[in-house]
């Protein structure tokens, strides 16, 4: 695919004129002769009006209900010609924001209608590693000591466990569970507190180690398994890894939009020590 193909504007350019008519053709019908006072709801109108109340409802309006959605058109219309001819439109913070949604909304919906090939979703996969790694495992025997022990208590219980003594005979009773199956770090530091597993992946495996410091005391920590942080394979998370391109393609998509919208004006700021005299310096 040649290069130009490829960049954000490009993108936009064509399916946002595709959008564009899409939604030009299923908006909300605008009554013609809004110049002259007339208003008038064409054919077409109408057949828009009962298509999306049969898209509403899954069947087409009694002509009962097509009259009230001519009227409820009709009444809308008025009233916000009226609104407009008003002013009231000006310098409203909600219509404006609504506004400034639905150009977002065009840009997103040409991101999400871009399809990349697998090459790409890797490519994306690999170069943002962080947002998709899996994080390790660890399990482990742990032996709680009570909140302050003696150095003595500490180094007489460690050797006696690593002579093989039955953890279950040392340390002192509490809830926590002797044996921890593989988790996850913040599984674990939610059980035993932040940082605990951190302190845990240093041990060398099968041997008792510690003591560590939770929120419950000092534990001794025999290490079973460990197993590393990983990067998954495309297959395992394609779907999360095509939804993070797609948001970054409507970022790019949308700062394209901008500047090539942005270049049809000519942009007026007070000057800096007009803007510094408002500020704190």
Do not use: C
């Not at 022990?149 to 279950?168: C, F, H, I, M, Q």
């Not at 008792?208 to 025999?222: A, D, N, Q």
């Amino acid at each position: 695919m040649p290069k130009i193909l490829r960049e954000p504007i490009v993108h936009f350019g064509l399916l946002a004129v595709g959008l564009f008519v899409y939604f030009q053709l299923t908006a909300a019908p605008e009554p013609e002769g809004s110049d002259d006072g007339i208003i008038e709801i064409s054919a077409a109108d109408a057949a828009l009006l009962a298509n999306q109340h049969s898209q509403a409802w899954s069947r087409p309006p009694t002509r009962e209900e097509l009259d009230g959605l001519i009227q409820a058109r009709i009444r809308e219309e008025v009233l916000v010609r009226e609104a407009l001819a008003l002013g009231l439109d000006t310098g409203d913070g909600v219509i404006r924001n609504r506004l400034r949604q639905k150009m977002q909304f065009l840009t997103d919906s040409a991101a999400q209608a871009l399809t990349p090939e697998a090459p790409v979703l890797q490519a994306h996969l690999e170069a943002n590693a962080e947002r998709f790694e899996q994080a390790g495992t660890l399990a482990f025997e742990q032996v709680l000591l009570g909140s302050n022990p003696t150095e003595d208590e500490v180094k007489a219980t460690l050797n006696d466990l690593r002579s093989g003594a039955d953890p279950l005979t040392r340390g002192v009773a509490s809830m926590l569970p002797s044996q921890v199956q593989a988790s996850a770090p913040v599984q674990i530091d939610g059980g035993f507190g932040r940082g605990f597993s951190s302190a845990l992946a240093e041990f060398p495996i099968g041997e008792w180690s510690g003591p560590v410091r939770s929120g419950f005391g000092l534990h001794l920590i025999r290490l079973t398994e460990k197993e590393a942080s990983r990067l998954p394979d495309l297959a395992e998370v394609e779907g999360k890894v095509l939804f993070d391109w797609r948001r970054e393609q409507a970022n790019a998509l949308s700062e394209a939009q901008f500047n090539a919208l942005l270049t049809a004006y000519e942009i007026q700021i007070p000057s800096g020590d007009e803007l510094n005299a408002l500020v704190v310096q």
